[in-house]
């Protein structure tokens, strides 16, 4: 089953970047308000209160502790080219996800379900996802969706803007979720390890992992309708930006499908 990742040496991030992701961007980019957030986001030390809590209470992993582990992420960077290789921690929690957080020192978090229900690529695949939110610098606009009614509340006269920065960031957030699995594609380079990982996350029991039917899981993903932009737009002001409640393992598969569909992957491999 074992195959060999390609390195993709010299990706670079806006060669894959999800258009829905850019355009959200930049309208993130053109709210004064924001850069005025990442300032007190930076003299507060959101980042390091932000952080503090999982490095005080989780695993940290290195290669001596858990080599296999950590060659996981070593390999991750070597093939999307991140130059720095992040602080790993595991957490107990048996959803089969991760996450990254802080900015500048960004550290990734894996679930223990992770590590013990996925295989090989489908680790891959969730590691290079995580890796791609580093690579594409989301992260000090992450930290911001989630910190973002403290800072409103923080910074003097904030009070006379509207929502639509929240929902801005909101949506961006979830925008930011496909490019991130699309890295997480060219680094676990199997369509099919990254459709189980989709159908885990999405609801399948244990006891069915033996028989996993990834070809109707297909079939939903192409048949599911997207919506547009603006559409899309709406949605979210309605949505909660907690990646557990709402995975959107469908939706992604189905833009992952396109995205391979269309060449974008391959060119991305070549
Ligand atoms: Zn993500």
Not at 52 to 61: C, E, H, I
Not at 82 to 93: A, E, F, G, R, T
């Given at each position: ?90 957490q107990?929690s048996?959803g089969?996800n991760a996450c990254t957080i ?7 978090i894996?679930n ?30 992450h930290m911001?969706a989630q910190v973002i009614n ?16 929240q929902y801005?960031l909101y949506y961006?957030n979830r925008?930011s979720e ?23 996350m ?33 949605v979210v002001k309605f949505l909660s930006i907690a990646d557990e409640s709402h995975p959107w393992t469908?939706?992604r ?18």
């Amino acid at each position: 089953m074992e195959h060999k990742r390609k390195i993709l040496k010299g990706l670079e991030h806006r060669l894959y970047e999800h258009p829905f992701d850019k355009a959200a961007l930049e309208k993130l980019e053109a709210i004064p308000f924001l850069t005025k957030a990442s300032e007190w986001v930076t003299s507060n030390l959101v980042e390091r209160v932000y952080t503090v809590q999982y490095t005080g209470s989780n695993l940290k992993v290195t290669n001596k502790n858990y080599p296999i582990i950590h060659q996981y992420l070593e390999e991750a960077c070597r093939i999307l080219d991140l130059k720095k290789v992040p602080d790993l921690y595991l957490q107990w929690s048996y959803g089969i996800n991760a996450c990254t957080i802080g900015a500048e020192n960004p550290i990734i978090i894996l679930n223990s379900g992770l590590i013990d229900l996925c295989d090989e690529d489908e680790i891959m695949f969730i590691i290079g996802h995580e890796c791609g939110h580093i690579k594409s610098n989301h992260m000090l606009y992450h930290m911001m969706a989630q910190v973002i009614n403290f800072i409103i509340d923080a910074i003097s006269g904030a009070s006379l803007i509207s929502g639509g920065i929240q929902y801005a960031l909101y949506y961006w957030n979830r925008m930011s979720e496909f490019t991130a699995d699309r890295a997480g594609l060219l680094c676990c380079q199997n369509q099919e390890a990254m459709i189980r990982t989709f159908i885990k996350m999405a609801g399948l029991p244990i006891k069915e992992f033996k028989t996993i039917r990834t070809e109707t899981f297909l079939q939903q993903a192409h048949d599911f309708k997207m919506l547009d932009y603006d559409n899309m737009n709406k949605v979210v002001k309605f949505l909660s930006i907690a990646d557990e409640s709402h995975p959107w393992t469908v939706m992604r598969s189905a833009e992952l499908l396109k995205w391979i569909d269309s060449g974008g992957y391959k060119q991305c491999v070549i």
